[in-house]
């Protein structure tokens, strides 16, 4: 028996040293994350710091505090894992995204959102691969096979949406982050599917008919992801309508909303589809009808919930890979050549730049063409704009690289740590860099008139962010804000205003048939204790 109870002790001892180091861990992250809030409060009105770049700071100068502690053996508290942040941190942000973005400026620029987001990502990931495959062996960094080049032109070609909701202004310049976010939603889709098919075929043979399942597997993905979060959205909008939950607990459908958004997003892992894109289109979904169905209340508790889940998670994320750029194993690797690290860091940024502008400014020129009132076409100084702005990679291209070139978190080859180094090196670079030069590159190119900061303040009860203050501005879902088209019963009215002609039958057709089933504005069920009872009551 003291046998026994003497071997138990040390066991006891070990489980509760190591979870007692989690708990400091834990403290120490969280008042990081206080202190990233703290800090970028401060700079809020700094021309050239956004809060990305403060976390992303903040948690360099933590791991480097860190690494001379514990003597140079770590600098991170957590090892960066992928699962964590495609399973728990991602989510939240892109569904955010969906929820509060303007759909009637998004779906205005749909086709270019999909050119740029998706056409301008395979461009991008075919010239970044052909360069990596014609410098890299002129450097010597170690065997690298097909696959791992067009890897790397995929992880390289996601942008960074993350950071482009912290640099752009959606009411400063609603096209611009239309086309921005927009196209770095579906490009970090693109690029994730890319990915896991480039991963999932045999691409040492190409052959025709290889590539033509690669395009049908693509789009199979993009299509059903899609769908998947349309039909999640409308199902939670069917139930909350149907049964009216806040009659008695609004906590019921604030909950059902947040769980029905996360499973949309765990269906699509499920069934190995594009949760990016699902959740996303489950966020636009249920902004236009899912948050009409709920009570007062729950409208501001949700567009609160949804934007502060969302706000911790992007603080969470850059101070996590600030902390783990400076991981000593991989470093270590590389540190008796960093002229060759240095070297495959510079040659991906000059990559990246040229993929970016190989599709930004020609197919700017076509959509341009097929624009015929100047005022929908698209700038020389705005593609500058949407070009420079897409250069910064984050968290995706980190996850990808990790999920690519080590084994859990860890790796033992030369040619892998000199890649996992160089995404990092890229990924700070661009964000700092780019990142900072962002605001006054559009405050340069673009400067904005004084007098439209008031025209910003309209307000529009359709969507989620003008419960209290109109942050979408201009009337997301407004009757008013497009040119109205009068019964276009023409093909020549079709052809003449595509955009409006197309969105004045969506309208008819939501309100004939969609809202009546989903509810949405103005289609609320008169339910006793329901905001239609309550509005119906001082109308009388």
Same mark, same amino acid.
């Given at each position: 028996?003291?046998?026994?109870? !003497? ?151 996601? *942008? ?37 098919? %480039? ?10 008919? %290889? ?16 769908? &998947? ?72 508790? *949700? ?87 897409? &250069? ?59 007098? *439209? ?76 204790? !329901? ?10």
């Amino acid at each position: 028996m003291a046998i026994g109870l !003497s071997s138990v002790i040390p066991k006891l001892q070990m489980l509760y040293t190591s979870d007692h180091a989690s708990v400091v861990s834990m403290n120490l992250f969280v008042a990081l994350l206080c202190a990233c809030i703290v800090i970028g409060h401060l700079l809020e009105e700094n021309r050239w710091m956004n809060e990305s770049i403060t976390a992303l700071v903040i948690g360099v100068c933590t791991g480097v505090v860190i690494l001379l502690t514990s003597g140079g053996k770590s600098s991170h508290i957590f090892v960066f894992s992928e699962d964590l942040f495609f399973i728990y941190l991602l989510p939240p942000i892109i569904f955010n995204a969906g929820f509060q973005v303007k759909k009637k400026q998004f779906f205005r620029n749909f086709v270019t959102i999909v050119l740029f987001g998706a056409v301008g990502t395979l461009i991008s990931c075919g010239i970044i691969s052909l360069g990596v495959i014609q410098f890299f062996k002129k450097l010597d960094i170690g065997l690298l096979e097909i696959g791992d080049y067009l890897a790397i032109g995929a992880i390289f070609a996601a *942008t960074d949406s993350v950071c482009t909701l912290q640099v752009l202004n959606q009411d400063e310049t609603p096209l611009l982050y239309s086309l921005v976010f927009g196209e770095g939603v579906v490009n970090d889709a693109t690029s994730v599917v890319l990915f896991n098919a %480039i991963q999932s075929f045999d691409l040492t043979h190409i052959d025709p008919r %290889i590539a033509l399942h690669f395009i049908g597997n693509f789009l199979y993905l993009f299509l059903t992801s899609t769908m &998947l979060g349309v039909m999640t959205g409308l199902l939670s909008a069917y139930i909350i309508k149907k049964l009216y939950f806040g009659r008695h607990s609004t906590d019921r459908e604030v909950a059902l909303m947040m769980l029905m958004a996360y499973l949309s997003y765990m269906m699509a892992e499920l069934f190995y589809l594009s949760g990016i894109l699902t959740v996303f289109f489950c966020g636009i979904v249920m902004s236009h009808y899912t948050w009409h169905n709920v009570t007062e209340s729950s409208r501001v508790t *949700t567009k609160h919930a949804f934007a502060t889940f969302s706000f911790v998670a992007e603080i969470f994320i850059f101070v996590y890979v600030g902390m783990d750029a400076l991981d000593i194993e991989k470093w270590k690797f590389v540190s008796d050549s960093p002229g060759t690290s240095v070297a495959v860091s510079s040659i991906l940024v000059a990559l990246i730049m040229a993929g970016r502008a190989a599709f930004i400014f020609p197919l700017s020129l076509l959509i341009n063409l097929a624009k015929k009132s100047p005022n929908e076409k698209i700038s020389f100084r705005q593609q500058v704009v949407v070009w420079w702005a897409g &250069l910064m990679r984050g968290a995706v291209s980190i996850a990808l690289a990790y999920n690519q070139f080590t084994r859990s978190g860890h790796t033992q080859l030369r040619e892998n740590a000199i890649m996992i180094t160089s995404t990092i090196t890229v990924v700070l670079f661009s964000t700092v860099v780019f990142g900072m030069l962002t605001k006054p590159l559009i405050r340069f190119l673009l400067p904005q008139p004084k007098h *439209t900061t008031s025209m910003l303040l309209s307000s529009d009860p359709s969507t989620p962010k003008s419960v209290t203050v109109p942050l979408l501005g201009e009337g997301q879902d407004s009757e008013f804000d497009l040119p109205q088209v009068v019964r276009p019963n023409s093909i020549r009215a079709l052809l003449r205003t595509p955009t409006h002609t197309v969105h004045h039958y969506w309208r008819k057709f939501d309100n004939a048939f969609m809202r009546p089933v989903f509810g949405g504005r103005g289609f609320v069920p008169f339910v006793p204790g !329901s905001p239609t009872e309550r509005s119906f009551q001082q109308e009388q």
